[in-house]
Nanobody, 115 residues
Framework: QVQLVESGGGLVQAGGSLRLSCASS????????MGWYHQDPGKQRELVAT???????NYADSVKGRFTISADNAKNTVSLQMNSLKPEDTAVYYC?????????WGQGTQVTVSS
């Protein structure tokens, strides 16, 4: 069982920045992939960014050039630096880890971008 705890959400004005962090109870380098997803009420959860532990990052087109995913093995943490935030980035953001065919999710953190 892997536990994921997100932090760093909040309210920010358009054009501002936030940094989300996801602390894992398991060694992140044992994961096949970790990532961030977001979800609006009544909609499906959507990929924002993922990272493998060959350090290959993948981003949704809507966040390329604005968001950066990174991993800190010493802290067992994956972070999402979000710059140039837009009102349409408003959502609950979830951390995800995939290990041995299982999907694990954090509890989510709210990001609200005001115009």
């Amino acid at each position: 069982q892997v536990q994921l705890v997100e932090s760093g959400g909040g309210l920010v004005q358009a054009g501002g920045s936030l940094r989300l962090s996801c602390a894992s109870s398991a060694n992140i380098f044992s994961m096949r992939v970790m990532g961030w997803y977001h979800q609006d009420p009544g909609k499906q959860r959507e990929l924002v960014a993922t990272i493998t532990f060959g350090s290959i990052a993948n981003y949704a087109d809507s966040v390329k050039g604005r968001f950066t995913i990174s991993a800190d093995n010493a802290k067992n943490t994956v972070s999402l630096q979000m710059n140039s935030l837009k009102p349409e980035d408003t959502a609950v953001y979830y951390c995800n880890a995939q290990l041995y065919g299982n999907n694990y999710w954090g509890q989510g953190t709210q990001v609200t971008v005001s115009s």
